[in-house]
């Protein structure tokens, strides 16, 4: 998982700079975590969320806009990379569902039922964007050992500088990407 996620943010390591590292752990501890919420599921899930084209795509290139395209507005450029990526490399089936992924990853009622690819996606980010303290019955040591794993080396403090910066700015919308 590690080097499938390193290798997608390859093409963007001038883009994300020093944020580099910590944007990878971040997409690595939501996959984790999708792995986590996918063990509450009624069914078993083969292969795990980590090892499934979708997942890892949204993970990778949910944030991405960010830095590629510098907004803070950053959901539709975000989309835009990954339906490039999918198209590019023969998963164009893919596309409306990791297109729905990013879109609906920081929606903040559900974006379907539970079990939903989508769904278990927004449940993941919210778990990290909130260093855990909202987590969909995943167990606080189960955070705290992915955590552990991939550490937050300053993304957390990156959002908070960007949400200051995108308020000074756009007083009026400084949280775009949030839906209801």
Request: charged letters at 20%.
């Amino acid at each position: 998982m590690f080097e499938r996620v390193s290798g997608l943010l390859e093409p963007w390591a001038g883009a994300l700079g020093a944020d580099l590292q910590c944007y990878r752990n971040h997409a690595l501890r939501v996959l984790n975590l999708c792995d986590r919420l996918a063990e509450f599921l009624p069914f078993a899930e083969a292969p795990p969320p980590s090892d499934r084209t979708e997942f890892v795509a949204a993970a990778v290139f949910h944030d991405l806009g960010i830095w590629s395209a510098g907004t803070f507005d950053y959901l539709h450029p975000s989309v835009q990379l990954a339906r490039s990526w999918l198209t590019e490399h023969g998963r164009g089936d893919l596309v409306p569902v990791v297109s729905q992924m990013i879109e609906q990853h920081h929606k903040l009622t559900p974006a379907a039922d539970p079990q939903s690819p989508v769904e278990m996606f927004r449940r993941a980010d919210t778990i990290d964007v909130l260093l855990g303290a909202r987590r969909f019955g995943v167990a606080w040591s189960d955070y705290r050992a992915i955590l552990r794993s991939y550490p937050d080396l300053g993304f957390h403090l990156r959002l908070l500088v960007l949400t200051a910066q995108r308020a000074r700015t756009h007083p009026l919308s400084p949280l775009p990407m949030f839906k209801w």
